[in-house]
């Protein structure tokens, strides 16, 4: 460990003390926003609480209004089905610190969601798309997760191994500060469903897209390819061959008069805030 390595951790560990005092006052986010980014800078920060049957609500604002409140509205009304990091809560991804690379599906970062500054709250057209988003997920029960994104602008750089080490000390802490902050959100009867109806639970909410049009198997697809997944991706998912996946991509596009993805995502999107 360097010296400017270890005086990053130095700030963290002398910060905790006042993080504690911080407990269960509005100060304590921007604490922990504050405390984290003398271990590795970020530009952007948010937490959300994603309950696996309802939609989420945002806990900490760091966005500095990159994108407009009404992004954010739609966001939490609906947009959130489309957002990597809520499909890795749904899916009860362990707890711990991840890049959204390891989490997000094989073409979510060239998908039309991650890239509209018009639907992602994190991005504007003023900004651009986002360098590289990390988060802590945090199980506060099995049908409500936090998550603690950290992330970069367009033009900052990807967070560094060595950085990535440190901010993994800080885990432990950071998730036992997260739950203490937010344990009422964890009071009440636990009404999880069985872990296999997860996915389920997703799909659920595509199946009022189009029913008189699409098939459940094509809405179905239309949900993976929406969330980023590539038709190889959900062939594999699918068990079918990744030539049936273009065949259906092809069909649904006839069915509902488009001729693109994009077209697909913008017709969704409105289904989607229509439903409000």
């Known amino acids: 460990m360097n010296s400017r390595e270890h005086s990053n951790l130095e700030a963290w560990h002398r910060a905790t003390p006042e993080l ?122 099995p049908s409500l997760y936090l998550a603690y994104s950290l992330l970069r602008q367009n033009g900052s750089p990807p967070f560094t191994v060595s950085e990535m080490a440190d901010l993994a000390t800080a885990v432990p802490m950071v998730m036992a500060l997260m739950g203490r902050q937010w344990q009422a959100l964890a009071q009440g009867p636990e009404l999880e469903a069985p872990p296999v109806r997860r996915e389920h639970a997703i799909e659920q909410a595509f199946l009022s897209f189009a029913p008189t049009l699409l098939t459940p198997r094509e809405q179905t697809i239309v949900s993976l390819v929406l969330r980023g997944h590539s038709s190889l991706s959900i062939g594999s998912l699918l068990d079918i061959a990744e030539g049936t996946v273009k065949i259906h991509r092809k069909n649904i596009y006839a069915k509902l008069g488009i001729s693109s993805q994009t077209e697909l995502f913008n017709q969704f999107i409105r289904h989607l805030l229509a439903e409000k």
């Open 20 to 141: 504690v005092g911080q407990l269960g006052t509005p100060q304590f986010a921007p604490a922990l926003d504050a405390a984290l980014g003398a271990i590795a800078r970020f530009d952007l920060s948010c937490i959300f609480a994603y309950p696996i049957h309802d939609r989420p609500s945002l806990l900490h604002d760091g966005l500095k209004a990159v994108s407009s409140p009404s992004i954010m509205a739609n966001y939490l009304a609906g947009t959130y089905l489309l957002d990597a990091v809520y499909t890795a809560c749904a899916h009860a991804t362990p707890a711990g610190l991840y890049r959204l690379h390891d989490l997000a599906p094989d073409a979510f970062f060239e998908g039309e969601y991650y890239n509209s500054p018009d639907v992602h709250p994190c991005i504007s057209m003023e900004s651009g798309s986002l360098t590289e988003e990390i988060v802590f997920l945090h199980p506060l029960r």
